[in-house]
């Protein structure tokens, strides 16, 4: 029978194959506990495109969905890009494959756009941009674009709601939705909210009106962590997918963090952040696969609005 090895073995694998290859782990806050705790850096989407564009390691490990590592990979084109499972996709990805973007700017070409993608979409969809946002930096962006141009905002329909509301600017806006959060209902968080009347809410901008009209803050997940540590509350609602619990429990050890429930369960998983397992970063540091590669000419018409945000949000 083979050796299996243990939690520690792998655990100590995976760091002397990450000394050996010149790798650096990137993680998102929403990967499994074992993951976050292995990584060099965990974060949100903004950090890690920060991170991932400065690093001089010769290897990302990337954990967390496609897009992320795609994004690594369009910012720092000369790294060796992986991702534990190549499968790890996103439903907001999917609401807006390119073809159909490109056709809609095809048909509505007299409007001239000045379209902004939420960075929870595919390399070409970025590449038909004008600039890239994430949750952390979605007010700023907007606030930044041309006056004299209508916005088309993909493709999520919710942050996008939350950007308008926030800046006051009117933007056509894509249809997708994030799966998970759309989950959370105002009845399952009013429900928690009278469970502990005294506690403070955050809530990610992914989620619908209904919720974020429930919440004391609205923000990405990295902000999560300073409201939690800031906030005078002990009891605090966290309205956003589970892994986010793992980080904040480290970060705000003092609080007494609740999931926010949804109406089928009390927390919310994303099936694509949690298909990376410490098994597959091992194998994928072993193999150096599944590596993220793109066409040339697609990376490059993707890097302009994507280092257009970057300038923006530093
Ligand atoms: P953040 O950039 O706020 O971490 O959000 C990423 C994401 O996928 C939320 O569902
Ligand atoms: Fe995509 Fe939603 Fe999963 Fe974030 S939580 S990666 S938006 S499906």
Not at 37 to 46: F, H, K, T, W
Not at 134 to 151: L, Q
Request: some cysteine; charged content about 25%.
């Amino acid at each position: 029978m083979p050796a299996v090895a243990t939690g520690t073995d792998l655990r100590e694998q995976i760091l002397a194959l990450k000394k050996e290859r010149n790798a650096v782990i990137l993680a998102h806050n929403y990967q499994i506990g074992e993951i976050q705790d292995i990584a060099d850096y965990v974060g949100d989407s903004l950090g890690l495109a920060y991170r991932a564009s400065e690093t001089d390691a010769d290897v990302i490990a990337f954990c967390g969905v496609h897009f992320m590592a795609e994004t690594a990979k369009i910012v720092n084109p000369d790294k060796t890009v992986i991702l534990p499972d190549k499968d790890a996709g996103c439903s907001l990805e999917e609401s807006c494959p390119a073809p159909d973007l490109e056709a809609f700017l095809k048909e509505n070409q007299d409007k001239n756009y000045y379209v902004i993608a939420y960075i929870n979409c595919s390399a070409g969809v970025k590449a038909l941009c004008d600039c890239i946002c994430t949750s952390g930096n979605a007010v700023k962006i907007v606030e930044a674009a041309p006056a004299d141009r209508p916005i088309l905002f993909v493709p999520d329909q919710n942050l996008g709601e939350w950007v308008m509301q926030q800046t006051g600017r009117k933007m056509d806006l894509w249809q997708g939705s994030c799966y998970v959060h759309v989950e959370f209902t105002r009845d399952s968080i009013q429900k928690i909210k009278d469970e502990y009347p005294d506690a403070a809410v955050v809530a990610h901008p992914e989620c619908t009106t209904a919720v974020r009209l429930l919440a004391d803050e609205v923000c990405s997940t990295e902000k999560m962590i300073t409201f939690c540590r800031d906030s005078p509350a002990k009891n605090i609602i966290v309205i956003t997918e589970s892994g986010m619990l793992h980080r904040l429990q480290k970060e705000a050890p003092d609080k007494n963090l609740i999931a926010g429930p949804t109406d089928r369960c009390n927390c919310a998983d994303c099936k694509f952040m949690k298909m990376n397992t410490l098994q597959k970063l091992h194998d994928c540091l072993l193999n150096l696969s599944p590596e993220v590669t793109m066409e040339e000419t697609i990376r490059q018409q993707a890097e302009a609005p994507l280092q257009r945000m970057l300038e923006l949000s530093r």
